[in-house]
């Protein structure tokens, strides 16, 4: 059974940088794609990129310039980076496996606050 | 960007009744639409993929259909653990975008 698991700091202060870390057990990474989605408290799911095992991703042009997902084959693991955080990305970042999203992680709450 | 559309927001049902749930898309995904489901406090849960496809253990309850830009979510007959949030999501064109929500509330 695949399963994903975040961890990373719950608190980042305003102009800092989140950094969240997605552990993958039980499959390996290649063949799929790896994804960063997140959900503001109340309100709906937003894609924040994915990266492929060949290190190729894609990220969402509202947060482009401020994203980096990388990838570690030989730790089965995945990162999410986000600069410049403002309170707007409070949320819950979940990572979940691609195309199909069938697996998620339970999700880490980030709150940016000074 | 392509944007969905689902209704309606909320849906008051009773158990044993049957949930039509759409979602409209601004643009032909083709059958690249997935469903999935969340309850408070849990990450999503996919039910339904590439429009009609049931996924890995999900009941025979839920059914999906549609294809380009107009989809539906069936739920034959609720069950009290089927109250929850449902999302589309459309993986033609990046990025990948969701729904709003259609929230399926007890009645």
Redesign the interface.
Known sequence: QVQLQESGPGLVKPSGTLSLTCSVSGGSLSSYYWGWIRQPPGK????IGYIYPSGDN?Y???LKSRVTISVDTSKNQFSLKLNSVTTADTAVY?C?R?????Y????ALVTVSS | ?IVLTQSPATLSLSPGERATLSCRASQSVDSYL?W?QQKPG?????LI?DAFNR??GIPARFSGSGSETDFTLTISSLEPEDFAVY?C?Q?LN????????TKVEIK
Do not use: V
């Open positions: 709906g799911l937003e894609w894609n969402n042009p509202s979940y979940a691609g195309p199909r999203l069938d998620w992680g339970r999700g | 960007e997935a999935y849990q990450a999503p849960r996919l993929y996924a890995t999302y999501h993986r990046w990025p990948w975008t969701f729904g709003q929500g």
